[in-house]
């Protein structure tokens, strides 16, 4: 398997719903990222990861908590969401962050009721 | 403050009839410029990155060039299987130190048979 994968691809939760997003990578790539894709909106950064360590939090609400626990896999731990928080949530993956694109998966859409 | 405006919005072209999209971007000591493809449900899909001034690239119908202000995204004779919405993503240096990616939002583009 190539590429970067996600699951599960489509989510739906009450806000005191606890649950996670899952992400994994078969590229042999040092970072990884979380992004929130909202309609009309850019993608929105959340979450960097280098060599499993945390490099970036874009001032993320502590609701959402990312792990890291090697350099293939990222989780994105979600409780007590609002439903501003229904979007596309994206994991990507570069080579370093120096100057090499970004690989996506596929996404994972959350819906909040 | 460090932005990418893409333009226009939405584009609808008629198979065959060649026209350009356009990033513009303001940010200093730029790392890389890369352009995406978004089909409906899916991740965006790595297309092309540009590093220097007066760079271009190619593949198939598409060809990217970049200024030292902004980059287009140039579709020749395009066909009912290129539509989608285009990302264009900048790197360049974060408040932290580091490097971040920023995202415009994108260009739908609509081809008609």
């Known amino acids: 398997e190539t590429g970067v994968t996600q699951t599960p691809r489509h989510l739906v939760m009450g806000m005191t719903n606890k649950k996670s997003l899952k992400c994994e990578q078969h590229?042999?790539?040092?970072?990884m990222y979380w992004y929130k894709q909202s309609a009309k909106k850019p993608l929105e950064l959340m979450f960097v990861?280098?060599?499993?360590?945390?490099?970036e939090n874009n001032s993320v609400p502590s609701r959402f908590s990312p792990e890291c626990p090697n350099s293939s896999h990222l989780f994105l731990h979600l409780h007590t969401l609002q439903p501003e928080d229904s979007a596309l949530y994206l994991c990507a993956s570069s080579q370093d962050r120096f100057g090499q694109p970004q690989h996506f998966g596929d996404g994972t859409r959350l819906s909040i009721l | 403050e460090d932005q990418v405006t893409q333009s226009p919005e939405a584009l609808r072209l008629q198979e065959g009839e060649s026209s350009s999209l356009n990033c513009s971007y303001t940010?200093?000591?730029?790392?890389?410029l890369f352009w995406y493809r978004q089909d409906p449900g899916k991740g965006p899909e790595f297309l092309f990155t540009l590093y220097s001034a007066g760079e271009e690239k190619e593949k198939e119908r598409l060809k990217a060039t970049l200024t030292k202000k902004e980059s287009f995204l140039h579709i020749t004779a395009p066909k009912p299987e290129d539509s989608a919405t285009y990302l264009c993503?900048?790197?360049?240096?974060?408040?932290?130190?580091?490097?971040?990616?920023?995202f415009g939002t994108g260009t739908r583009l609509k081809v008609l048979a």
């Open positions: 990861y280098s060599l499993e360590e945390r490099v």
């Open positions: 590229l042999g790539h040092n970072a």
């Open positions: 940010v200093s000591g730029l790392r890389g």
């Open positions: 993503a900048v790197l360049g240096p974060s408040t932290s130190g580091t490097y971040k990616y920023i």
